[in-house]
């Protein structure tokens, strides 16, 4: 029985050491693994080759995904699903195992939808998909953003600046909340909640007077701001679209970095981390939780769970609906970012 993997979307910490567990399940099970290149690509081009033990070996602690991956979505291509049902047909592919965020398993639900076998692994750096309780690459992002604050705390103190350290998150702000929480920084911006520059520049502006030399302020990308507190939100956005077809997001980080010191008369500097918080080896954590999900995805494969996904719930891997984990984002819940305006107000 041939059973195809494929990794869609943005890259992700831990995509590898899925394919990995995935590999190695499989032949307790006797199914014979296909690699689908570049994601849904790869069905709608027959693009496609073997994996064996030997050709996921040593790939554990890689980052990125030995499969390539892209962001196309076979709805947006002419006739992509008949594509796809054929190339799986041609091919003897009896399951698709998806292993992808949002957009990629938004996908995969249609699919399912109209009969095709799909299995869902949770992907995402942005913690953004409901049904899970963390997505792998979650961890590494936070653990690499927590980093970068700890060292701009050290610059800031010793020159006595206010930095401003913009992270990932374009509809969420679990990466913003969680690193911001553990570097202690002064203030938090998430898309969740409509930024405010105005009482953001009088915070800082209170600390400072009593006694504070710096500040560090965390902003994800998406988050939308306002320069009065009666004006219109604005979402900062680069002028292009993504191969997706979205708006690519950036700038905010220099947009407050400006109203900040234009504001307060304090210098001010941003630094945007971008894709090193897609980059590089995973966390222990996120080795852990991708493994334990392409095994579990693989067991469903074998047990017919078609149109479910592998899910985190508490200490447990569980099969959740597809439909479920992509019927709306998961957003930071309002009692969670208060904890985290405790420290900043």
């Known amino acids: 029985m041939k059973v195809a993997v494929l990794t869609g979307g943005g890259d992700c910490p831990g995509l590898n050491a899925v394919i990995r567990a995935v590999v190695r399940r499989a032949s307790a099970h006797g199914f014979e693994m296909m690699g689908l290149r570049d994601g849904w690509k790869g069905l709608l ?10 050709t996921t070996s040593g790939i554990l602690h890689r980052g990125g995904t030995i499969l390539g991956t892209s962001r196309v979505n076979p709805f947006k291509v002419e006739n992509g699903l008949e594509k796809v049902k054929r190339a799986m047909e041609r091919n003897e592919i009896h399951a698709v195992i998806a292993i992808g965020g949002e957009g990629t ?3 995969a639900t249609r699919m399912s939808q109209e009969g095709l076998r799909i299995v869902g692994v949770p992907k995402t750096i942005d913690n953004d998909l409901n049904g899970t309780d963390f997505t792998f690459g979650f961890d590494t992002a936070v653990a690499i953003a ?5 060292r701009l705390h050290s610059t800031a103190e010793s020159h ?6 913009e992270v990932m998150g374009r509809h969420v702000g679990w990466i913003a909340t ?8 002064d203030v938090i911006l998430v898309p969740e909640v409509p930024a405010d520059l105005v009482r953001v520049a009088e915070h800082i502006k209170h600390r400072h007077s009593t006694g504070r030399s710096f500040s560090i302020v965390v902003v994800a990308e998406g988050t939308r701001i306002k320069l009065s507190h009666e004006g219109q939100e604005q979402l900062v956005t680069s ?15 220099s947009i407050v970095a400006n109203e900040i010191e234009q504001r307060t008369g304090y210098e001010t500097r ?14 222990a954590h996120d080795r852990v939780l991708a493994t334990r999900f ?3 995805a693989c067991d469903m494969v074998a047990r017919g769970e078609f149109g479910k996904m592998a899910a985190l719930r508490g200490n447990e891997i569980v099969s959740v609906d597809l439909a479920e984990a992509t019927r709306e984002l998961k957003k930071v819940p309002q009692e969670f970012f208060e904890v985290a305006q405790v420290f900043f107000g």
């Open 146 to 150: 927590t980093e970068a604050i700890d």
């Open 105 to 107: 398993l938004s996908a």
């Open 45 to 54: 081009e027959d693009n496609h080759f073997r994996l064996t033990r030997e």
């Open 160 to 165: 006595k600046r206010v930095i401003v350290c």
């Open 178 to 185: 969680y690193a911001g929480m553990a570097g202690g920084a």
């Open 239 to 253: 002028g292009a679209l993504d191969e997706a077809g979205r708006p690519r997001l950036g700038g905010v980080g």
């Open 294 to 296: 392409g095994v579990h």
């Open 270 to 283: 941003v630094s945007v981390l971008g894709h090193i918080q897609r980059g590089g080896a995973p966390t």
